[in-house]
């Protein structure tokens, strides 16, 4: 990635409390849906008869959504700014919500799967960019640590509520739809005031692939395995023994792990090298993986197992994250967050058919795809020691 001074972001003198607290809400409801929305589509159809492939293509109209948007981010970001795309977004999603209960064949699924796909992308690309921009240089891996957390946290709400209300019903997309609601409403709050943004210094977004390759290859990364996690992470458990509420938990465990290590280890990645720790966590992630067979034959192993794996995994996508809002800002910011953005969209397109693939092939194909796909990534930061 590039050092000039031509795209680094001055570090701010404070930090306003009220607009993060509302960036924070809106990154929980992009978990949140996601985290609904994969093993409800999932199991709704194994139920069904619907095999591995299958899956994997409703999976797989969420990315077609995310690449269908991303290229055109940057230009509706600086024409329209951040905060009226974010409102119309969260409309969408609560709207989606709504209905997926009351249409009448599972076919309208893939048709509204790209619907939440299009107006979660917004949501991420939007909410990060702008709390990456008025953050303090000091606290930023912090605060994209906390970030991060309410990410998990929507993740881990979302089979939580399936665990609790169950699937059936109107009850699950009724309170979803409610927490959406409420960050539509915090984001109409006078105090959101979003940065001008300023016209980024490159037309394609291709451009920036070579600008923050590390942080693309973990957005790539963080997109394969969550897609491949949330669509077959309860399948597996279910397929060694575990029952259905019992495997839903775990998921939910998982991500739990990302919510309490992000900040601990944000605050690490404040004080150390950034790029050691990535290898690090990359390394601890690749082997960490390959205990998975073991873990999952054994419930309380494979609960704390997830739990502490999948808060190194996630640090990795906070750490890389830091490191781009500290040398970009204005529209060359959005550009690599819709840049990284399309790498999502290929991830999460890709990654359940792989997963999918890879679980029919063995019984415990998914920890292995997982532990390759990490040990590859780890590859990056190892030898691109001057890009981020």
Known sequence: MSSSSQGRIKPLSATPVLPI???????????????????????????????????AANAMMHAVGVLSVAPFLPRIAAHFGPRRPLVLALG????????????????????????LGCATEILLILSESWLNQITADQTRTRTMGLYSSMLSLGFALGPLILAVAGRHGFTPYA???GFVLTALVLVCMPWMHAPALKRATHSGLW?????????????????????AGSSFLTLYAIRNGWTEQAATLLLSVMLLGAITLQFPLGWLGDRMNR????????????????????????????????FVWDGLFAAIYTLAMSVVGSRFSGGDLVSIYATTSVAWGLGAFIGPEMAGTAI???????PYFVSLACGLFTLLPIFLRKSA
Not at 46 to 53: K, L, T, V
Not at 207 to 227: Q, S, V
């Open 21 to 55: 607290a509302c960036l924070l809400a809106v990154g929980m409801i992009f978990g949140l849906t996601y985290g609904l929305s994969a093993p409800l589509f999932t199991l709704e159809l194994f139920d069904r008869g619907y095999g591995a492939q299958i899956i």
């Open 92 to 115: 969408v999603i609560a709207s989606v919500l709504v209905l997926l209960p009351v249409v009448p064949s599972i076919w309208f699924w893939f048709p509204l799967r790209l619907a």
């Open 275 to 306: 790029r050691h720790l990535m290898i690090g966590l990359g390394v601890a992630s690749c082997l960490g993986a390959l205990l998975w067979p073991l873990g999952i034959t054994h419930q309380p192993w494979a609960y704390v197992l997830l």
């Open 360 to 366: 029919d092939i063995s019984r415990h194909g998914l």
């Open 175 to 177: 309170i979803s739809a």
């Open 207 to 227: 451009r920036y692939i070579t600008l923050a390759p590390i942080a693309i290859g973990i957005t790539l990364l963080m997109a394969m395995l969550e897609a």
